[in-house]
């Protein structure tokens, strides 16, 4: 079942074209890794399909209904769409636990004993189990983007987009975040996931997309992208970026 | 490599522009009604007639205006002085707060004391005391113009409440910014100078507005000890004449110089916002 697919998608800033011409389809169950220099269009492509930019042209359907047009309500569409920043952006006058349950209770009306048992369960799932009381100025960068994950896990989206969630991270939290990515990618969960760890993408996605420019200029099975990319651009980034 | 929008988007836009069109329809509408609704309330009430003669007489205004002019002078000189020596006053004050070292206690405890006790006395007991009290002392070398102790109490009095502004704006400075300043070898005084007050100046520019728009209201305040400005000229009309327009008068008068002052805080509020947060939504 496709989940969300996108054509021609454009987005421009003024003069500046910063995607054009993505085509992208997402079955359920995917795992889409968006890779990429900084700059190439990954993030703004995930705020487009999270509906928070305005496109230019083209077309976003989510769960068989386009979300692009005008007259749909963002919030009905976000509803059922989780998303992870870089930066966490955590509410830090809340409790992690607070943070969890502020949209299943504000947003869905989940009532506030059943939003609070499933957080807790959540966060147990994440080893934040202890950490539900404290503020999340009290957690390690790790343990934040992990509470992150659990707070737009708590509404449980159909489709997660995650925003280079381990980019703020020290490489020794970088770790303990992705294998959660990777234990939700085993269950099923449907991802788009903009990502900087290449051995991360190579493992857990069931799809690779190289963005240049604004561009997918190509987008294939792990192993084809990262053992025979065809194109000349992704051989050129995968030789910076990969060790060896 | 040229592009051509999609007849797609070329839908999407004429419906955007649609939907656009649709929603100032709506905003203009209910904004004319609500008005409407007000305004013709207002007309329509049993006691309008007299209310119109009594506090909207074309004529009395005519009359009024040379007299509330030239009392609001008065409010305009006051203010004018008064803004920049409160702005000085204030941010002395705070930085006074500021000050950790162990020579400047006095300074600090004083600064305490004086935001504490002028910020708790109204500004009205605050112009009487100073106004009758003082040249009362019968002090030589000090001035004795009732007019020139008016302008003092408001600057104390205002002075404290600037002085808790700037204090804000120091303390919503992040630390990092201070450690920074003084791992680059910059002493307390300098991190101050170049570094903390001129981003917490500002920040605070929007409530410093805010402060100001309400001195130039409480130049009225002189009124108590006899000064001669816009109010109570208009009071003066209004007594003698038995009709209260010469208030709406002076009211306008007040509104025509504090709206162009509260757009402006609005404007530099929005600039600082786009500022501050562009980049970072």
Known sequence: MTVLEVTGLRKSYADKVVLRDVDLAVDAHDVVCL???????????????????K???????FEGEEVSDPRVDPR????????????YNLFPHLSVLDNCTL???????VPRQDAEQRARELLA???????????????????????????????????????????ALDPELVGEVLQIVGELAADGTTMVVATHEMAFAREVATRVCFLDEGRIVEQGTPEAIFTAPREERTRQFLRRVLPG | MSYEPSVHELNRRRLRRRLRWRSSL????V?????????????????????????????????????IARGFLKNIALFLMAEPLILVLGLAVALARQARSPWLTPVRVLAVIYTDLFRGIPTILLVLLLGFGVPALGLSGVPNSLFFWALVALVLSYGAYVAEVFRAGIESIHPSQVASAQALGL????????????????????????????????????????????????????????????IVVVACFFIVLTIPLARLTDWLQRRVAERERSGAR
């Not at chain 2, 410093?208 to 009071?235: E, H, M, Y």
Request: hydrophobic share 45%; glycine share 8%; with cysteine.
């Open chain 1, 103 to 109: 949209a299943p209770r504000r947003v869905h009306g």
């Open chain 1, 125 to 167: 799932r994440c080893g934040l189990a202890e950490k539900a009381e404290v503020h999340p100025d009290r957690l390690s960068g790790g343990q934040q983007q992990r509470a992150a994950l659990v707070r737009a896990l708590c509404t449980a989206p159909t489709l997660l987009l995650l925003d280079e969630i381990t980019a």
């Open chain 1, 76 to 87: 009905r569409v976000r509803q059922r769409m989780g998303m992870v920043f870089q930066a």
């Open chain 1, 55 to 61: 496109i230019d042209d083209g077309v976003i359907a």
């Open chain 1, 35 to 53: 890779i990429g220099a900084s700059g190439s269009g990954k993030s703004t492509l995930l705020r487009c399909l999270n509906l928070l930019e």
């Open chain 2, 26 to 29: 709506i905003a203009s509408l």
């Open chain 2, 187 to 246: 002493t307390r005084g300098q991190t101050m100078r170049y570094v903390v007050v001129p981003q917490a100046v500002r920040r605070v520019v929007p409530p410093l507005l805010n402060d100001f728009v309400s001195l130039q209201k409480d130049t009225a305040l002189v009124l108590v000890v006899g000064i001669f400005d816009a109010v109570n000229a208009a009071q003066d009309y209004s007594n003698y004449n038995f009709n209260d327009t010469a």
């Open chain 2, 31 to 67: 904004t004319v009604s609500v008005f409407a609704v007000l305004v013709i309330g207002v007309v329509s009430s049993p006691g309008w007639p007299s209310v119109r003669e009594y506090f909207f007489s074309g004529f009395h205004a005519r009359e009024s205006f040379p007299e």
